[in-house]
């Protein structure tokens, strides 16, 4: 990325979560400078979340060259942003509404993010909300075989042959506008929703029975169930897979809680 051809509006949002100018933090506290422009400073921490938002990177990971660049684009929105503050563009038109949207975002996101520090999901409860959602899941897997083929009429031409004895591999063969002609047909053993379509029809079928001929988007179909059972779905496989979704849930519902909380504890008043 060539980080001097990033222009002015690419670090707005970057600009607006800075400190404001013109209340300089205590001086134990406040970050060294990278620059100064017109007297204002221009800090280490506004120069790495700048590089961080533009390439991915904190300062030191820069090369000299680059950080040179990202230093002259972060030095020249900042002169831009005083100019328009110098001809009062911060209180015109949609711009006082933008930047103080802009603050409700990063200050939500900053207690969200402060409030989910201290509220981590435990193992048990990972556990707990793991477990009901595998005791939720199917648990039946199918055998069956297929032929797809592009309209109705040949459909009901193919399961004529089938009630004169023709073997449903062979005429899947012929036939089948998929892949699966190759093996007669055959899908395999194959999980709760792989083929939903086809599962649909299935689920009322006994073992060895043939169905109608069914329209999907694909074409239509004649299948064959071949046999159903029950399988494991508590591999270690699916564990790891739904290990972070969960967690991600039950953080969600907890923010969520917590925000309601806070909105109760406060004193509203509409003004519509």
């Not at 100064?36 to 961080?52: C, I, L, Q, Y």
């Not at 972060?74 to 711009?95: F, N």
């Not at 933008?98 to 999901?121: T, W, Y």
């Not at 047909?185 to 029809?201: A, K």
């Amino acid at each position: 990325m060539n980080i001097a051809r990033i222009s002015v509006m690419a670090v707005l949002v970057v600009l607006t979560a800075c400190a404001q100018k013109g209340t300089p933090a205590p001086a134990a506290n406040a970050p060294k400078p990278v620059a100064t422009v017109n007297g204002d400073a221009v800090t280490s921490s506004e120069f790495e979340m700048f590089t961080k938002a533009v390439a991915g990177k904190v300062p030191a990971e820069l090369t000299a060259a680059q950080r040179s660049q990202a230093l002259d684009t972060l030095v020249r929105a900042e002169v831009v942003a005083q100019q328009a503050e110098k001809q009062g563009l911060d209180k015109q038109g949609d711009a006082p509404a933008s930047l103080a949207l802009a603050r409700l975002q990063i200050l939500e996101q900053a207690a969200m993010a402060n409030f989910l520090k201290d509220h981590k999901v435990t193992d048990a409860e990972l556990k707990a909300e793991y477990d009901a959602q595998v005791a939720a899941m199917p648990k039946t897997q199918y055998k069956a075989r297929h032929i797809l083929v592009k309209n109705k009429e040949e459909a009901e031409q193919i399961i004529a042959e089938l009630k004169k004895g023709a073997k449903f591999e062979k005429l899947a063969a012929d036939h089948s506008l998929d892949g699966s002609k190759n093996n007669g047909g055959d899908l395999d053993w194959f999980n709760p929703g792989n083929y939903p379509e086809l599962e649909v029809v299935i689920k009322g079928m006994k073992d060895n029975d043939v169905s109608e001929p069914f329209r999907t988007r694909d074409g239509w179909h004649i299948v064959q169930l071949l046999g159903r059972r029950q399988f494991d779905n508590t591999d270690e496989l699916k564990r790891r897979r739904a290990a972070e979704a969960i967690r991600e849930s039950r953080l969600d519902e907890a923010t969520e809680l917590w925000m309601r909380r806070l909105r109760d504890e406060a004193y509203v008043e509409y003004k519509l």
